[in-house]
């Protein structure tokens, strides 16, 4: 039996570097795998750890599923009724006051025929139905009468309603709809265009896009007011997520960026750029003086030696992530790392379950999590000092990325105000992504400006329970008579206080009302 000539010092290199290479785009494929079909929560049970009996008083309570199968007892209650709610107790129908309600009453023959006397009506059930109508467009047709003043001959009218725009044809409810629509619930313009279309509306494309465009520029004063509060936050969290706008060349899309930045006041601004650089944060944040919270982007630590004011912190959701990476690699030195991790956000449950102050949970994360987070470095440390893993091991590229970034990520447990991560910033920034798989990308970048200008008050109005069409329907109408120097007022986070009582309506609303 022949044996196998014996390899080259070249060709063994080669073949190692191949089999480096085959590694690395099957952990790609596993990860593609997961983002498509695995699980995306993060969310992770943390047992007590037997080695730390320091956090064992910070479990948060689960049921006994045991001791509850064996003992059980029924148990009656009276509950209230929430408060402007109807309830349909049969199928469990829930619905404010608000919502339009068309009652039927059911025919009874026997009321109706030559024996109707013979009956008589003791009580009424009521049973409720959620019914949808078609899309609902209606046309308002204005009537104004041409008077003649029969002494002077001459001839005068009433002026038309005042609208948006000088000789538009929608009304502020429509424009107010179809930003709603696109922003709000992801449904393109063109979409849109096909349902008018079906209700036998017709209307060109580019008006729909002219409409949207013209009135989002009407919101831009009040966009710049939200940037310029957002920005006097000691703390601002601050994220990057990637849009294609524009063209670069024949053929190909323009690789944008969308900036989210996160203040203290539960707003949130999606400032554009054309790149992923730290000149945007000089551009957009110029002499800020505070904290900013952010991923491990190298450009937020750049800006951050630059600027002398600026203290980095950064988010240990993505200091998880890294290990998350490093599943398949190393399962149980991973496990152990997500585990420590782990220890950290128990702390954070309890600060929320409890709804701490400020002093009570620096105390707490002082007590718990920082020795928490010592330990986790320590065994960073330990890992490190392991002969068998290699730097192309994923989880060394997870300790490296922890390790160097240490600093940053203690910082919150001297800082009760700081939260432990961005998460909060990234549920907000979701809208983009949403919007992404429906219209795909912006065909210019001043409309990837635009959608950002939007966006960024559609989604402050979420965060504060605004309703999105209410407010667009108030602030297009009330942002040209309102005075320059309080545009703040029509921020979703004034607006609410200010005028969402007594709100402007739209004809339709009013004289649906009459």
């Not at 008579?481 to 005028?499: C, D, I, S, Y």
Request: net charge neutral; with cysteine; aromatic share 8%.
């Amino acid at each position: 039996m022949k044996q196998a000539p014996s390899k080259t010092p070249s060709e063994r290199e080669q073949i190692r570097l191949l089999e480096e290479k085959v590694a690395s785009l099957e952990q790609q494929l596993d990860w593609f795998k997961r983002q498509v079909f695995g699980r995306k929560s993060e969310k992770r049970l943390v047992e007590p750890c037997p080695e730390q009996p320091l956090l064992d008083g910070l479990s948060l309570s689960r049921p006994n599923t045991e001791r509850a199968d064996a003992e059980r007892e029924t148990i009656t209650y009276t509950r209230t009724k929430q408060r402007g709610a109807d309830c349909a107790t049969a199928s469990g129908l829930r619905f404010a006051a608000s919502v339009p309600k068309k009652t039927i009453r059911v025919k009874v023959p026997e009321l109706e025929g030559p024996n109707a006397d013979e009956y008589e009506v003791i009580r009424e059930e009521h049973t409720y139905r959620l019914a949808q109508r078609s899309a609902s467009y209606v046309v308002l047709e204005y009537i104004r009468p041409v008077l003649k003043h029969r002494a002077s001959q001459t001839l005068s009218q009433p002026p038309a309603p005042t609208s948006l725009w000088e000789g538009t044809l929608a009304d502020v409810s429509f424009v107010a709809g179809l930003l709603v629509e696109k922003m709000v619930y992801h449904q393109p313009l063109h979409r849109q265009h096909q349902r008018l279309s079906r209700e036998g509306i017709e209307l060109s494309r580019t008006t729909l896009s002219n409409l949207v465009h013209r009135a989002i520029t009407l919101l831009d004063p009040i966009y710049h007011a939200q940037l310029d509060h957002v920005l006097q936050s000691k703390l601002l969290a601050i994220d990057e997520t990637p849009i294609k706008a524009g063209q670069e060349q024949p053929g190909k899309l323009r690789l944008c960026w969308y900036w989210p930045i996160y203040g203290e006041d539960d707003e949130v601004v999606f400032t554009f750029s054309r790149s992923r650089g730290h000149q945007h944060l000089l551009a957009t944040l110029g002499d800020y003086r505070g904290k900013i919270l952010s991923d491990g982007h190298s450009a937020y630590r750049t800006y951050a030696k630059k600027c002398s004011g600026v203290v980095h912190a950064q988010c240990w959701a993505h200091a998880r992530r890294e290990f998350v990476k490093a599943e398949n690699d190393e399962p149980e030195s991973v496990a152990e790392a997500l585990d420590l991790i782990g220890q950290l956000y128990l702390v954070e449950a309890r600060i929320k379950e409890k709804a701490l102050g400020s002093e009570q949970a620096l105390a707490l994360r002082a007590e718990h999590a920082k020795p928490a987070a010592d330990t986790f470095f320590t065994w960073c440390d330990q890992q490190c000092q392991r002969l068998d893993l290699v730097p192309s091991n994923r989880l060394s590229k997870a300790l490296k990325y922890v390790r160097s970034r240490e600093e940053s990520l203690r910082m919150y447990l001297s800082d009760p105000e700081q939260p432990i991560d961005t998460n909060h910033l990234e549920r907000t920034l979701r809208v983009i992504p949403m919007g992404r798989r429906s219209w795909l990308f912006n065909w210019t970048e001043i409309g990837g400006e635009r959608v950002g200008v939007i966006q960024s008050l559609l989604t402050t109005c979420r965060l504060h329970g605004v309703h999105p069409f209410t407010y667009l329907v108030d602030v297009l109408q009330r942002v040209g008579q309102h005075p320059a120097n309080r545009v703040e007022e029509l921020t979703p986070r004034l607006w609410k206080t200010v005028f969402a009582d007594n709100p402007l309506r739209s004809d339709l609303e009013l004289t649906a009302t009459v």
